[in-house]
């Protein structure tokens, strides 16, 4: 089949863009062509992009809507596959094309104004549809702004009630958990619509246990914004009383915090800051780790790069927060953390270091679950049968 993908990026960034790439390039190797309509370039792995993409159709300023109807009367898909798209020209583009459309729900952005589903100063998670409340008391209708310019941007609740009413006309939302499904229907989306297929990672070739080894090397793996809470992180660690030694891989705005408070709570010998990793370069710190770390505040959509440290045969130790539970059991594959709890977080960190058969053990009990759970060829193959099943109901309709 013909598959249009749509993306706000294009390369290499964050875990959108992760699972876009390695869906798109699985989707190819199985005999599809792809194409994709996208956003602004990232400057990271461009190249692997458009080797995947058969034809590619950037975004311009103010020709949006043009260039996505001249993209999907060339490219003539059989369905459009939309991942992270803000621009209400190119949703109402895309509906207006008549095609079969599935949208993956990647995070909160299409029915939070704030997009993370908590308040940044209290950083208390939203439980609410969207509504009058948040314009007051939430206040979301200024935000930070991370485009450049202006430290904030006005965001506009028309704009965002609109976008969910357009959304809701896809013939499919895609998300990775039950919790991400009723955010939807909180929103009024069709429950019948909605299908849980988890964007797992790729099967790692010939996986080796880590390590465990007497470094006590605690790894954190995403990027670094408040939504993250490297912060929170840092300040668990350092009363964390067991040598130890962090690494934190990944980028954002909040690095140049983190990498201050970190000097501050004398942790600058012992955390180090990486940077962006390649993905294909992250297996040699996952096999010298005891633990991998996940200091989400904000309520984390479904949290892949647990799953990734669980595939090595790492514990887990994070906030409960958002789909997290639903794939990290308490003292089972790791444990779960009472939300914002920082001697709680220390604590577990500093048990799983002490008892390292504990890590283990639980460490070889994730691996289990992600083998039996959560399979790459599976979700692929699940998408391939969705595709299938959304373009036999859209000719029915034509026929009908």
């Known amino acids: 089949m013909k598959l249009l993908f749509v993306h706000e990026r294009f390369g290499a960034m964050a875990g959108a863009e992760v699972n876009a790439f390695l869906t798109a390039t699985e989707l190819k190797r199985r005999g599809h062509m792809l194409g994709i309509i996208h956003g602004q370039s990232t400057g990271k792995g461009e190249d692997g992009w458009r080797e995947t993409f058969a034809e590619c159709f950037p975004i311009l300023n103010g020709e949006s809507a043009n260039i996505v109807r001249a993209a999907v009367k060339e490219f003539c898909p059989d369905v459009i596959y939309v991942h992270k798209m803000a621009d209400l020209d190119v949703i109402e583009a895309l509906i207006q094309s008549g095609r079969p459309l599935v949208r993956m729900v990647h995070d909160h952005d299409i029915y939070c104004m704030r997009s993370y589903k908590y308040n940044p100063l209290t950083r208390q998670i939203c439980t609410r549809a969207a509504s009058p409340f948040c314009i007051f008391p939430c206040g979301a209708t200024l935000t930070r702004n991370r485009g450049g310019g202006l430290p904030v941007k006005w965001v506009s609740y028309f704009a965002k009630k609109k976008e969910i009413r357009l959304n809701r006309q896809f013939q499919r939302m895609v998300v990775a958990t039950h919790y991400m499904r009723d955010e939807l229907v909180r929103n009024h989306f069709d429950q019948q619509r909605i299908e849980i297929h988890a964007p797992v990672p790729r099967a790692l070739e010939n996986p080796t246990q880590s390590s465990f080894s007497s470094r006590n090397l605690i790894l954190y793996s995403g990027q670094i914004i408040r939504g993250k809470g490297v912060d929170v992180l840092l300040e668990s660690l350092a009363q964390v009383q067991l040598p130890f030694e962090?690494?934190?891989?990944?980028?954002?705005?909040?690095?140049?915090?983190?990498?201050?408070?970190?000097?501050?709570?004398?942790?600058?010998?012992?955390?180090?800051?990486?940077?962006?990793?390649?993905?294909?370069?992250?297996?040699s710190f996952y096999r010298d780790a005891s633990l991998t770390v996940m200091s989400s505040v904000w309520p984390e959509p479904f949290g892949a790069a647990g799953l990734e440290g669980m595939r090595y045969g790492l514990p887990v130790v994070a906030f409960d927060a958002g789909g997290i539970k639903e794939w990290l059991i308490n003292a089972h594959n790791g444990f779960l953390v009472p939300w914002m709890d920082r001697a709680a977080l220390a604590a577990r960190i500093e048990q799983l270091l002490r008892n390292k058969a504990l890590a283990r053990q639980m460490g070889e009990r994730g691996?289990?679950?992600?083998?039996?759970?959560?399979?790459?060829?599976?979700?692929?193959?699940?998408?391939?049968?969705m595709f299938t099943r959304v373009i036999s109901e859209a000719q029915v309709k034509v026929h009908a």
Do not use: A, W
Not at 251 to 278: M, T
């Open 246 to 283: 962090c690494i934190i891989l990944g980028e954002g705005s909040h690095r140049p915090y983190c990498e201050q408070l970190s000097r501050k709570l004398g942790l600058g010998d012992r955390v180090h800051f990486k940077g962006y990793i390649p993905q294909e370069d992250l297996r």
């Open 367 to 385: 691996r289990q679950l992600v083998r039996q759970k959560y399979d790459f060829n599976n979700y692929i193959q699940n998408l391939e049968t």
